[in-house]
Nanobody, 125 residues
Framework: EVQLQASGGGLVQAGGSLRLACAASGFDFDDYAIGWFRQAPGKEREEVSCMNFRAGRTSYADSVKGRFTISSDNAKTTVYLQMNSLKPEDTAFYYC??????????????????WGKGTQVTVSS
């Protein structure tokens, strides 16, 4: 059974940092793209960052480029999102999600195959 669980959210002041973790189990990371998404109240869910493990590709939303970094542990059981220089507009509920990609090289999309429970990130001004 595929399971994804995000953690690490919290309240931080603008300019601060947080590291989110997505604990994943039940699948081979190399067959998947794992991504972080967020949704703020009254707004649509947006893709923040994505990683295709087999292809070694990553992607970032323009709004977070240079501030956020996606990575994984060596055992490929956890995907991290390091968030630096946080802004109030980063406040949202953050989810991790997985998409079966096998050898396609594809990254994330709106239609991910598995969604995990999220974690709240609140950035105060």
């Amino acid at each position: 059974e595929v399971q994804l669980q995000a953690s690490g959210g919290g309240l931080v002041q603008a300019g601060g940092s947080l590291r989110l973790a997505c604990a994943a189990s039940g699948f081979d990371f190399d067959d998947y793209a794992i991504g972080w998404f967020r949704q703020a109240p009254g707004k649509e869910r947006e893709e923040v960052s994505c990683m295709n493990f087999r292809a070694g590709r990553t992607s970032y939303a323009d709004s977070v480029k240079g501030r956020f970094t996606i990575s994984s542990d060596n055992a490929k059981t956890t995907v991290y999102l390091q968030m630096n220089s946080l802004k109030p507009e980063d406040t949202a509920f953050y989810y991790c999600a997985g998409r079966i990609v096998y050898y396609s090289g594809r990254l994330c999309s709106r239609d991910m195959d598995y969604w995990g429970k999220g974690t709240q990130v609140t950035v105060s001004s």
